[in-house]
């Protein structure tokens, strides 16, 4: 495993996918490093490619205001992507792609050591909770693997296009804070 510096230098010269031509600048992760809940969403858009950070555009804003329901924010938990270079017109990372980049996540998680793990939408649940999984119908559910608790919740950019979505996540963040409430975690 590698040290938090280690990583985040692999990171920014890595050259493993097709993604690398295209970045302006690599999107590690942001948050507290020793945070009990993290975030994981598909990969950066334009506005996170420009900036270096996940979730900053419109889809970030909404995120940041469901953190606040359920007092999160930035600073109380992690943020990162399944892939850290953005694909080409935010289509989807594919499946190379996100090899590539996974033992970057990986080690990212054996940092932390989260107790939760929250998908932000189906590429990200499909990757690290099955491949099967079905965002509609899943979302909200949890799984134990190898002691964390993981859940999926619809991608904030869903739910700027989709507004009927907004109820079933408010109720998925409400769950949260209850799990969060169970496990006796610290936030803030």
Not at 54 to 73: E, H, Q, R, T, Y
Request: aromatic content about 6%; proline content about 5%.
């Amino acid at each position: 495993m590698l040290t938090w510096e280690e990583l985040e230098q692999q990171c920014n010269k890595c050259t493993s996918c097709r993604l690398c031509h295209t970045r302006t600048n690599v999107v590690f992760g942001v948050g507290n490093r020793n945070a009990d809940v993290m975030f994981v969403g598909e990969g950066p858009g334009e506005q996170e490619d420009l900036r270096g950070e996940p979730f900053v555009g419109a889809a970030g804003k909404l995120l940041d205001d469901m953190l606040s329901i359920i007092d999160l924010d930035r600073e109380n938990c992690y943020i990162a992507n399944i892939v850290k270079c953005r694909p080409p017109n935010n289509r989807d990372p594919e499946d190379d792609e996100q090899e590539a980049c996974i033992d970057f996540l990986r080690n990212q998680v054996a940092l932390i050591k989260p107790k939760i793990i929250v998908c932000l939408g189906r590429v990200a649940a499909k990757k690290l909770i099955y491949p099967d999984f079905r965002i509609t119908r899943e979302h909200g559910s949890w799984i134990n693997r190898n002691g964390i608790w993981m859940t999926a919740f619809y991608h904030p950019s869903a739910l700027l296009r989709d507004l009927s979505k907004r109820p079933d996540t408010f109720e998925d963040l409400l769950e949260l804070r209850n799990r969060i409430n169970e496990l006796k975690m610290r936030i803030g």
